[in-house]
């Protein structure tokens, strides 16, 4: 499985001596405790030809399986995600069910060699694939974001909602909670009432899709102080509405507004949320620049780092052989950072039509009473459809009239309306489709 050793070395000792924890609605769990399981787990492991599957539930079980696999030397493969996917078949899990071993369908590409491990993005397509990385890279990551942001290097408490597949949860939320030994806030996107009693008072970092954040706010209603309490949106769309509705129920509360992805790890910050494209400057420490820059200015963001992914199933990543990454955006400088100005990607064809789904989702996000949206195109049928969700008070009518008043009209096949409730997001933050 490679000749690198166990990947935890350095954290195992401050997660011994650590007074911190992992909560959850089950209660508290002290890092002690589940690395002391953890050790119990490695030492019984059997071989598994193609590594091993993290369940992404959240549990503490999920961490002490995260534990248990950077206690073993030599490191394994392994993968954060949905066992029934991508677990092998016929195989019972182990640890009481902490972990499953992996399907030669986790497997990363041919020509991979050595310990990976990877956590699944839905991409474009709604297929789910595996984006790998080192897990060795995993606590230089941690130590980028401690040098560069010091809301990381003095938080106490590291929280999300999201599930910890989502790669944003898993490199921003519970790497560096596990590597730093602070606590670590689980819960579902209805169950705010866990993280609020944990982030009030404390030097926190919140990772939730804004919309969650806006519930998470109605839960919070004002009656604490978050002064020290900074929300990563998740997926991004926080704006300046949506931020002051959070900062109203989480008074005091500041923002760290990111740009990254599964493939990049994170790339530029700001701590104003703004509505004009501009996405911050880069982190500090982490190369981040532009190529083919044309005459306008723009060009495609390219970076390196340790929190970069190398290889993809079902595909492949636009990585070069120095490590360098990028996913597409286009992007001008402007003051010291960046200004998007869309994707190489962004274009889709819907019978023959040119479509932009970010334009789209930012007319009808814009409309009085919507707090989030979403676009899914289907080409199962014979001609293709393009449905837009649209989540709050919203009706039809007003949607399509929306869609229609873009700079290139567009004519949904199909309009969903939802209730703004966490009902209308999937594990991961995201709308459902």
């Known amino acids: 499985m ?12 401050v997660l011994r001596g650590s007074g911190a924890g992992v909560v959850t609605e089950r209660g508290r769990f002290s890092w002690p405790s589940l690395l002391a399981r953890a050790e119990e787990l490695a030492a019984e492991l059997p071989d598994a030809p193609h590594g091993w599957v993290v369940p992404s539930d959240g549990g503490e079980r999920s961490l002490v399986g995260l534990l248990a696999l950077g206690l073993l030397d030599p490191a394994p493969r392994w993968v954060l995600g949905d066992p029934a996917r991508w677990g092998a078949a016929g195989h019972a899990a182990v640890g009481d069910g902490t ?3 992996a399907g030669p369908q986790a497997a990363p590409p041919p020509g991979v060699d050595g310990p990976t491990y990877a956590t699944a993005s839905s991409g474009t397509t709604g297929r789910p694939k595996l984006l790998f990385g080192r897990p060795h890279a995993v606590a230089s990551a941690v130590e980028l974001y401690a040098r560069g942001l010091p809301e990381y290097a003095s938080a106490e408490v590291f929280a999300t909602c999201s599930a910890i597949d989502f790669a944003a949860a898993f490199y921003m939320v519970v790497a560096p909670a596990m590597m730093l030994g602070r606590d670590l806030v689980l819960f579902r996107p209805s169950g705010w009432e866990t993280a609020i009693g944990e982030l009030a008072g404390r030097a926190g970092v919140c990772l939730a899709p804004p919309a969650l954040a806006v519930l998470g706010a109605r839960t919070a209603a004002g009656q604490r102080a978050f002064s020290h309490t900074c929300f990563v949106p998740a997926g991004g769309g926080l704006t300046p509405e949506r931020a002051e509705r959070i ?9 760290l507004t990111m740009l990254g992805s599964t493939e990049t790890g994170l790339v530029t910050v700001d701590r104003a949320v703004r509505d004009d494209g501009y996405v911050g400057a880069p982190l500090p420490g982490k190369p981040v620049w532009l190529e083919d820059i044309g005459p306008d200015g723009v060009g ?4 390196r780092g340790p929190d970069t992914r190398f ?5 492949r990543l636009t990585t070069r052989p120095d490590g360098a990454v990028t996913t597409g955006d286009l992007a001008h400088p402007a003051d010291g950072g960046f200004v998007l100005d869309g994707r190489k990607d962004d274009l889709v064809k819907v019978d023959g039509v040119s479509v932009y789904p970010r334009e789209i989702t930012a007319a009808v996000r814009a409309l009085p009473g919507v707090t ?10 014979t001609g293709d459809r393009l449905t837009v969700i649209a989540v709050g008070d919203i009706t039809e009518a007003r949607v399509r ?6 700079p290139a009209p567009v004519t949904p096949h199909h309009v969903v309306c939802r209730p703004a409730d966490e009902a209308a997001y999937d594990a991961r933050g995201k709308v459902l489709r």
Request: glycine share 12%; with cysteine.
């Open 401 to 406: 009239d929306a869609c229609r008043r873009l």
């Open 311 to 315: 290889a993809v199933t079902g595909g």
């Open 247 to 255: 900062s109203t129920g989480f008074p005091g509360s500041q923002f």
């Open 372 to 381: 989030d949206a979403s676009v899914a195109l289907d080409r199962s049928r």
């Open 99 to 101: 972990l499953l071993a």
């Open 2 to 13: 490679g000749a690198l050793g166990a990947w935890l070395t350095q954290a195992a000792p």
């Open 300 to 303: 495609t963001l390219w970076t």
